[in-house]
């Protein structure tokens, strides 16, 4: 006779939590630290742009791709504020006035097409650092104060029970665990929420060319200029205005939060 043994059946597996279909990409503008302050830029913002899925890869990603081919050739560059500002790297034929107008004209166009919900951090850190004995990181603030007002976004358009994913730009080792556990820390109950948040957090290097990295990267700098200045005149600022979450049309608190 042949023996038969029992088959060991497996336990079966814990549901998985379902996907969002929102994706958030962050990135920030200024240096967070505290111990050395720019003067004509003591600003860290973190801005958190708030998208659908298919607004991302129907509308966003050929968008990008499209307007990096005409000014390009190819869509293997990476858009960056700071270069494009300064007309640096691989946008020097910036210096141009023709062709900067023109290349500015087309990123504007795609800010302001594209699909999404701004959520904005913005801390003046010579502030900060004058307000409090022991001030706070700045990009523990910005974390926190920025996923509170993501999640209730998402409540407000009964999407906040499903799990979202976070895209950061990598920034170093350190840097990655420290904002890791920044962001864990918020999920797991740190924030006026007071509940665990379905957020998960995914750090991709810059040169993984994310369209909705470069976009978060672009709207950062702006808002730190006009909240930095209010009065000045603000052409990027002008465009990333309606995008920010409001209530009834007020901004502040819900959609730019300003601290201290």
């Not at 010579?126 to 996923?147: F, I, Q, T, W």
């Not at 060319?209 to 976009?215: D, E, I, K, Y």
């Amino acid at each position: 006779m042949v023996a038969v043994t029992s088959a060991i059946l497996p336990l079966p597996r814990a549901p998985l939590q379902k996907r969002s279909e929102y994706i958030v990409f962050v990135d920030e503008s200024g240096d967070h630290s505290l111990d050395r302050i720019d003067a004509a830029y003591p600003m860290f913002v973190l801005a958190f742009c708030i998208m659908r899925h298919d607004a991302y890869s129907e509308g966003l990603v050929p968008a990008v791709a499209r307007m990096k081919l005409k000014h390009f050739g190819h869509d293997a560059i990476v858009l960056h504020e700071r270069e494009i500002r300064k007309a640096e790297g691989d946008f020097t034929f910036l210096v141009d006035k023709t062709r900067r107008e023109e290349f500015m004209g087309d990123l504007s166009l795609i800010v302001d097409q594209a699909d999404f919900t701004l959520i904005a951090i913005a801390i003046n850190k010579h502030k900060h650092a004058v307000a409090y004995h022991d001030p706070e990181s700045p990009y523990d603030l910005g974390v926190k104060y920025g996923l509170e007002r993501v999640f209730n976004h998402l409540r407000d358009i009964n999407a906040h029970a499903d799990l979202t994913h976070f895209i950061f730009e990598c920034r170093g080792k350190k840097e990655d665990a420290e904002l890791e556990l920044a962001f864990r820390r918020v999920c797991d109950g740190n924030s006026l929420v007071q509940e665990r948040l379905p957020f998960d957090v995914r750090m991709m290097p810059k040169i993984a060319n994310s369209p909705g990295l470069q976009l978060a990267d672009l709207i950062a700098r702006p808002i730190g200029r006009h909240v930095l200045d209010p009065k000045q005149p603000n052409r990027s600022f002008d465009v990333i205005r309606p995008k920010f979450r409001n209530k009834n049309g007020y901004i502040p608190g819900y959609g730019l939060k300003i601290f201290p």
